[in-house]
């Protein structure tokens, strides 16, 4: 990896719960790899009124190891509604960068609430500060949500792309960031045994859990206008399935690679109100006890409605009409209060064509899977037929498990160190390009507003610490397949479990 060249990173919400928790320590463990630019800086800013010092100070807090990257912020205090306050913004940036005797990139981190992200754009570029020059360039990463539906997103690609090319706007899906997601292109185009059997000849059926064990905290006012199918599916799951699902991108470029990404997305079969009874489950957890504990059901959470219709839990079958996956349903669900924090890929091979050992011996042979961890314990796990010692033919599942944790040098980074260091260095491949976001709103879209318009369509009520509602066990078709579960299989796997 080289060091991007000289930067300011221009946060809009520093003061914010992302800023605090993620972007900063983020930035510091860039700063301790010594991959951050040599000279460097970050300004944030915001309405609330901190000095450089304060701001420092008030990061400082909420830092485990403080560190060398203190030293490196910067606070402009400004309102990011007003066209006049971006004119001194302009100003202290070339202060800023006198001061510190550069000519750097700017790379504007929009963490404020989605309402901003037409305006602050507009701001800076009629503040002249989206101009790129030789070597000097001028980006913007967009965090999520991005849009609530089809017309909103196509609506903010418009706004953004009047202001700036496509080649600069960074919209963050911090999914791809991680190092297991990545690694799943790797894994398919970098061996040779996986990529000829990847199709609908020898892949049953694909398998997608992202779980989460807590509720909403104190999100409940976001979430409820947001659900699990705009938060989760829309973006990080259906981004999931592009990587399993798409062709060989020619090159490992972003363009190439996100080229494939958008094919997937426009290959999706388009879910019709007659398919939404067998291809779309919605939950939403109710009060119950988990090992003891007593848990708020979500219409009890703060700043949730108690007649509240917002789905905690989403599960969905989607087919993706193309010649290798024809006829392979792909099975995504996530949740929250559901049993433990875990993201998962499951890819489902066909059993063998003949049964020789399955009848006889009471044995299970179920088809290979092979289980992608995206978290926890991030890594790799083949499940295949073994036979069980001593005499006859029984079969076991056995495992061979790879977890990236057993690496001598294993370091795992988090995936916004990752996504920001591709951004200063321009790389966009990990980012989601503006066709493809937009395609997957075209793909949600009539699930959204079907469940807007037609009150009868059940929302299953899910006792927390459960994996949502048991008709979700149902979807997946042929008698002897069920979800994995994660829960049973990460304790069989010797691995963490929080039930
Ligand atoms: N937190 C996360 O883990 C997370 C994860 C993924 C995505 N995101 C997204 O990142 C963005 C920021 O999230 P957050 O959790 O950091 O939010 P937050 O804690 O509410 O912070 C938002 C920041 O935006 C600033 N802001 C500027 N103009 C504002 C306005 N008109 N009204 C309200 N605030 C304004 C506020 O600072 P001033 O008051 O000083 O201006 C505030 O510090 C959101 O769009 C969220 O969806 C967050």
């Not at 390009?433 to 959204?448: K, Q, T």
């Not at 369509?457 to 994660?486: F, N, V």
């Amino acid at each position: 990896m080289y060091k991007p060249a000289d930067h300011i990173i221009i946060i809009f919400g520093a003061s914010g719960d992302l800023t605090r928790r993620k972007l900063i320590p983020a930035l510091g463990e860039l700063q301790k790899l010594g991959l951050l630019p040599d000279r460097f800086a970050v300004l944030g800013v915001g309405r609330t009124n901190f000095d450089d010092t304060s701001y420092r100070e008030m990061i400082s807090s909420h830092l485990e190891e403080p560190g060398e990257i203190i030293p490196l912020l910067y606070y402009h205090s400004m309102d990011t509604k007003s066209e006049e306050d971006f004119g001194g913004l302009a100003r202290r940036l070339d202060q800023l960068s006198q001061e510190l005797k550069i000519n750097p990139s700017y790379l504007f981190y929009l963490a404020t609430p989605p309402s901003l992200y037409e305006t602050i754009p507009r701001l800076l570029s009629g503040a002249g500060l989206t101009r790129e020059g030789k070597g000097i360039f001028r980006r913007i990463i967009v965090e999520k949500p991005f849009g609530m539906d089809h017309r909103s997103a196509a609506e903010l690609n418009l706004a953004l792309l009047s202001h700036l090319e496509e080649h600069q706007v960074y919209r963050i899906d911090h999914y791809l960031g991680k190092e297991s997601v990545q690694n799943l292109l790797v894994t398919r185009f970098s061996n040779g045994i996986f990529e000829p059997l990847w199709n609908r000849n020898f892949i049953h059926h694909v398998e997608i859990t992202s779980a989460e064990s807590l509720g909403v905290g104190t999100r409940g006012g976001y979430y409820d206008n947001s659900g699990a199918l705009r938060d989760m599916l829309q973006n990080h799951l259906l981004q999931l399935v592009g990587l399993v699902a798409m062709e060989p991108p020619t090159v490992i470029s972003s363009d190439a690679i996100r080229n494939e990404v958008l094919k997937v997305f426009q290959s999706f079969r388009p879910i019709t109100i007659n398919d939404l009874p067998n291809q779309v489950i919605r939950g939403q957890y109710m009060a119950s006890h988990v090992r003891g504990e007593a848990m708020k059901g979500y219409r009890s959470e703060e700043d949730v409605p108690e007649n509240s219709r917002a789905e905690t839990f989403v599960a969905m079958k989607l087919y993706i009409d193309n010649w290798r996956w024809g006829g392979v349903p792909f099975y995504i669900r996530t949740g929250k209060r559901l049993p433990t924090k875990v993201s998962e890929i499951v890819v489902h091979f066909k059993p063998s064509p003949h049964k020789l050992f399955s009848d006889h011996e009471g044995g299970t042979v179920e088809g290979n899977r092979l289980v992608i961890r995206i978290q926890h314990d991030e890594g790799i796990l083949l499940k295949f037929g073994m036979k069980v010692q001593g005499a006859g033919f029984k079969v076991q599942d056995a495992n061979l498990d790879f977890h990236y944790k057993d690496l001598s040098d294993s370091y795992i980074p988090e995936a916004y160190q990752r996504l920001l260091l591709d951004c200063m260095q321009g790389d966009s491949t990990l980012y989601t390009r503006g066709d493809a976001v937009e395609a997957a709103w075209r793909f949600v879209d009539p699930v959204l507003t079907a469940w807007k318009e037609d009150k009868s369509i059940p929302l299953h009520g899910y006792p927390c610490g459960s994996w949502g509602p048991e008709i979700a066990d149902q979807m997946i078709e042929g008698k002897e397949y069920t979800w994995r579960c994660p829960c049973k299989n990460l304790a069989d796997d010797g691995l963490y479990c929080e039930l």
